[in-house]
């Protein structure tokens, strides 16, 4: 059983750009969570979404970013106009229900780097 | 809001010696509380977790926590340490009222001497 798939690893973006990561969740799993690590720091709950809705997007910022996870195919976070402070490690992770004591599954995590 | 403190930054201890990494939490109810380790340029791993019942979890690699109430508490701990340990480790704490956002601390980094 494959786990959590992200691509791509690394992204390096120009300032203005668009970023979009991708998130695979594992074979079962039907609830997608994205966090985010700026350097020296832990990870940030960004957002959480079930099959075709958003549940809670309490940690997204409210501009240029947006978040989905269709019906089929991965999960995307996009974000629009890339900027500087925007370089960090996004990790996606997966469960089977949506339960707190449910484990989440953490990819690899995508490095975004934006010049 | 939930919160969680790992005031250690960085850890160094010596191959073989015990090892523990403190956790502390704020959070209004029964937390459910998790450890995950990150090595470099990984994801993170779960190494163990806790919900309810004995307040001492047995995790994978040989690690454990205990869960303090009193002291809003949950360190790591393991007897003695194997150079392949060193990572970052990171303590969170789960939302009871479903979602399972996680909110994590800063992380402690674990460097092992040889």
Same mark, same amino acid.
């Given at each position: 059983?494959?786990?959590?798939?992200?691509?791509?690893?690394?992204?390096? !973006?120009r300032r203005g750009q668009e970023a979009r990561l991708r998130c695979s969740p594992m074979k079962g799993h039907s609830h997608v969570y994205w966090y985010r690590q700026l350097p020296e720091e832990g990870l940030k709950f960004m &957002?959480?979404?079930?099959?075709?809705n958003i549940i809670d997007e309490s940690g997204m910022p409210k501009e240029r970013f947006s978040a989905e996870f269709p019906?089929?195919?991965?999960?995307?976070? !996009?974000? #629009?106009q890339v900027v !500087?402070?925007?370089s960090a490690a996004y990790f996606c992770a +997966? +469960?089977?229900?949506?339960? +707190? /004591?449910? /484990? #989440?599954?953490?990819?690899?995590? /995508? !490095?975004? /780097? &934006?010049l | 809001a939930q919160s969680v403190t790992q005031p250690d930054i960085h850890i160094t201890v010596s191959e073989g010696a015990s090892l523990e990494l403190r956790c502390n939490y704020s959070y209004?109810?029964?937390?459910y509380l998790f450890w995950y380790v990150q090595s470099p340029g990984q994801g993170l791993q779960l190494l163990l977790k806790y919900f309810s019942g004995d307040t001492l979890v047995q995790g994978i690699k040989g690690f454990e926590a205990e869960f303090k109430r009193s002291q809003s508490s949950f360190n790591l701990r393991k007897?003695?340490?194997?150079?392949s340990d060193a990572a970052e480790y990171f303590c969170a704490v789960g939302a009871t009222g479903?979602?399972?956002?996680?909110?994590?601390?800063?992380g402690t980094q674990l460097k092992v001497e040889l």
């Open positions: 059983n494959a786990g959590v798939m992200q691509n791509p690893r690394h992204l390096v !973006r &957002v959480y979404l079930q099959k075709e019906k089929e195919g991965p999960s995307i976070l !996009r974000i #629009q !500087r402070g925007d +997966s +469960s089977v229900n949506s339960g +707190s /004591t449910d /484990t #989440q599954y953490f990819g690899p995590g /995508t !490095r975004l /780097t &934006v | 209004g109810a029964t937390p007897p003695s340490v194997h150079w479903g979602g399972n956002k996680l909110t994590f601390g800063t």
